[in-house]
């Protein structure tokens, strides 16, 4: 997720598979907590707050 060009952008308590998920983005940082953890970037960036489901 790329910071926002001005201002920043807060959502909390999105719902999304039994989990809990808070976004805060500002100018410059990105911070994604899934049910209170923090959940740090990949090497390239990206934050995967909820993994895909696996088929049986």
Known sequence: MKPVATGNL???GLHYRGRTID???AQ???EV???GRLVSP???GTIL???PRTRP
């Open 10 to 12: 807060q959502l909390h």
């Open 23 to 25: 976004l805060d983005v």
């Open 28 to 30: 410059d940082a990105c």
């Open 33 to 35: 907590r899934v049910d």
């Open 42 to 44: 990949a090497p390239d």
């Open 49 to 51: 707050a909820v993994p």
